[in-house]
């Protein structure tokens, strides 16, 4: 499980590193990143400045001991570090269903064609195709995120238990964008979900180590941006058993 989770880590480095040497998938990249900067600060801005009220709901501000106070100020920032951590998700997941995921998918069929030469997905028309980009994210991204806010919102109830669920669902989120980009070329080859949601829990240890940069406030938005490069990578070395080391 060790292994598959350092190799996760590993490949959304080497995407990145991969796209950095590419100039139309830093291009294409960088507009992610820039869109992604834009949604992140205004998400972020909107939830920190609940910062104060939030905390409130979990561990109401001692106001008799500044010992307790100076506690809860430490508290209270670890709390808005995961706050953060969370707007970057939630500007993620936005911009995914509004313009991302188109390029993601074409950013995935620059490195295909790069390894093997060729593009191995339907024609469709650019209207059918968008449409079918859209239902896929909606599994992939959606369902796992509602999922985690449910869990995050039961354990704020608890002082005790909040940061650690918190993180969880965060972590739980963080998995799951792992597999939003390694599922690119199986979505567009227009495999069963069923067939493709199995892969991703039999490689669950690898896409918990591919989601742990998104975890990273501030950077996580470039780990994001470039992730398709590194998940496209992933399926074509270890689902395929293509050599991938000429493209770097």
């Known amino acids: 499980m060790i292994r598959s989770i350092i190799e996760g880590v590993s490949f ?35 939830i920190l400045s609940y910062r104060v009220e939030l905390s409130d ?21 670890i709390l808005s570090l995961i706050l953060m ?11 995914q269903l509004l313009f991302s995921i188109v390029i993601m998918d074409y ?3 620059i490195v295909e064609k790069k390894i093997t030469g060729t593009v191995d997905a339907p024609e469709f028309s650019i209207r059918r195709l968008l449409l079918h980009l859209i239902k896929q994210e909606i599994p992939r991204v959606l369902i796992p ?15 005790f238990m909040a ?7 965060v972590l739980i ?13 199986p979505s567009r080859r227009f495999m069963s979900l069923g067939e493709r949601f199995g892969l991703f829990v039999k490689n669950i240890s690898f896409h918990i180590g591919f989601g ?34 000429a493209l770097i």
């Open 12 to 46: 959304n480095i080497k995407g990145l590193v991969v796209s950095l040497r590419h100039p139309a998938l830093l291009f294409w990249g960088l507009i992610r990143v820039i869109l992604l900067i834009l949604l992140t600060v205004i998400i972020a801005g909107f």
């Open 85 to 95: 951590v969370l707007a970057g998700i939630c500007a993620f997941i936005i911009a």
């Open 212 to 245: 742990l940069p998104f975890l990273i406030p501030i950077a996580n938005i470039i780990f994001l941006s470039y992730a398709p490069v590194g998940g496209t990578l992933y399926f074509l070395e270890k689902q395929k058993k293509i050599q991938t080391k």
């Open 57 to 77: 709901i979990i561990w109401q501000k001692p106001e008799n001991s500044i010992w307790l106070a100076g506690l809860w100020q430490i508290y209270s920032w």
């Open 107 to 109: 950013m995935s069929q």
């Open 163 to 169: 940061p650690m669920i918190s993180f969880l669902s």
């Open 145 to 159: 995120l509602v999922v985690s806010l449910i869990i995050m919102a039961a354990g704020w109830f608890s002082f």
């Open 173 to 185: 989120i963080s998995t799951f964008l792992a597999w939003d980009n390694t599922d690119l070329i």
